[in-house]
């Protein structure tokens, strides 16, 4: 084999992949439109109440700081105010943010996974970054206003852990400003708080004991500031001991076979194993001291979304079975998903430098398969969306049932009083598609998200 070959794609190859990724990504535009929900809903109706307080006491504070659900949502509800006082109320503003979180998250990640396949491949590493963060189902969290708390802490998490490990000086303002980004993750959404494990990791792996010092105390003061006032969750050791303990670790389990989990209901489990396993191998052997920036990066991005599992399986046990985690969720197993796919580019290189040829055969039929799979997560996404709108059109009529309790508000006569004075206001009383047959009621694989 000669040393001085580059690998690459040839042409055919390189504009077959070019033209199935820009296709995907057609997709997911076309989805942004298709599935967004505009009218309030669910926690929405909350949001909108606790607005109506702050326009009514002008406590700025409390209304942008105040726990919902244990969650400080500061951007969502900085968000909401601006979109009220400036949108005309109408969740643009809302499905814009949302939309921008999601490619803020994807460009960064296709940064991290370009370098690490090098020269000559950067388009098959970055590409498959981008894929892995633009599916279908990831969609729904930014194309509906109570999802898009997720992305807000998402785009932060990656940002602060993209920067801190990124090549150049480690000067003061650059790690300001990765303690900014991960101060501001945990404020779209505690899950945000998972940054912190995942920047101490990458910084004690590259021997800068000062600068893990560093993110323990502000990681510590943070959290702190964030856990005052709030209810101490349920452990799973109490009211049920060893049963509640089982629940959290099926639920962590299924939790990180997500989005896969949810097409294949009783085998899902084994894609959670498999993935705890290469996470918990790429943890133990990789990112050493001597490692590139991409590897480090791919670390913290795989233990982010190790510690968000962590954390659902023990704030959700209970109140979430483990055979069915909300696909809302899976928008925080990207990074963990990238990342796997940044530690595999090294050997794929490798493989292409042996034998060029088949490998670019490989990249056609992954074409092929990523075209096949966002064509089914699109499926899921436009069924779970009709699904949802097609229950809030009841409820907008006047009719009522009980699925509508879990889906639109546990209190139907609150969400109506709520909704006769928007109706009066005019606010949030539009949608950018007609609403979907009647006869949609069942989400893809048979159950609604």
């Excluded at 309030?40 to 942008?64: K, N």
């Excluded at 951007?75 to 005309?88: E, K, P, Q």
């Excluded at 633009?134 to 969609?139: L, Y």
């Excluded at 699904?387 to 546990?410: K, N, V």
């Amino acid at each position: 084999m000669s040393a001085a070959r580059e690998p690459g794609l040839a042409a055919p190859a390189r504009w077959i992949f070019a033209a199935a990724l820009g296709l995907y990504l057609a997709i997911a535009a076309w989805l942004v439109w298709r599935t967004s929900i505009l009218e309030p809903y669910s926690d929405m109706f909350d949001w909108i109440a606790r607005h109506e307080r702050f326009r009514a006491d002008g406590d700025l504070g409390r209304y942008l700081w105040a726990p919902h659900n244990f969650h400080h949502l500061v951007w969502t509800f900085a968000i909401l105010d601006l979109d009220t006082r400036a949108f005309g109320a109408s969740s643009y503003l809302f499905l814009a943010m949302g939309v921008l979180c999601l490619a803020g998250t994807a460009a960064l990640l296709a940064c991290a996974a370009g370098a690490a396949a090098g020269r000559g491949l950067r388009l098959i590493g970055a590409g498959g970054a981008v894929a892995l963060s633009a599916m279908g189902c990831h969609v729904l969290d930014a194309s509906a206003d109570i999802n898009t708390t997720y992305l807000h802490a998402l785009v932060f998490a990656v940002a602060a852990i993209v920067l801190a490990t990124a090549p150049g000086e480690r000067a003061p303002l650059r790690r300001g400003g990765v303690l900014i980004c991960a101060v501001a993750a945990g404020l779209g959404s505690a899950a945000g708080l998972a940054v912190w494990p995942a920047l101490l990791l990458v910084a004690w792996r590259a021997g800068d004991r000062r600068w893990a010092v560093a993110v323990v105390i502000t990681g510590i003061a943070f959290s702190l500031i964030y856990l005052l006032g709030q209810a101490a969750p349920a452990s799973p050791m109490t009211a049920g001991g060893l049963t509640r303990l089982a629940e959290a670790v099926a639920l962590f389990v299924n939790y990180l076979g997500l989005p896969w989990v949810r097409g294949i209901p009783g085998l899902g489990w084994l894609v959670g194993v498999m993935v705890l396993g290469l996470s918990l191998a790429a943890l133990i052997g990789k990112g050493g001291r001597d490692a590139a920036w991409p590897e480090r990066t791919a670390l913290g991005l795989i233990l982010f979304s190790l510690t968000t599992a962590v954390m659902a399986g023990v704030a959700r046990t209970g109140a979430t079975a483990a055979d069915f985690v909300p696909m809302r969720y899976a928008v925080f197993l990207i990074p963990l998903q990238v990342g796997l796919w940044i530690l595999a580019l090294p050997y794929l290189r490798r493989a292409w430098e042996r034998r060029p040829r088949p490998m670019e055969g490989l990249v056609v039929g992954a074409a092929a398969l990523m075209l096949v799979h966002q064509g089914l997560m699109a499926a899921y996404a436009v069924s779970a969306h009709d699904t949802t709108l097609a229950l809030i059109a009841d409820f907008r009529a006047g009719q009522r049932s009980a699925a509508m309790l879990p889906t639109i508000y546990p209190d139907l006569a609150k969400a109506q009083a709520l909704s006769d004075r928007m109706r009066r206001q005019g606010l949030y009383q539009r949608e950018l598609r007609p609403d979907p047959p009647p006869a949609q009621r069942i989400g893809y694989f048979g159950f609604m998200d």
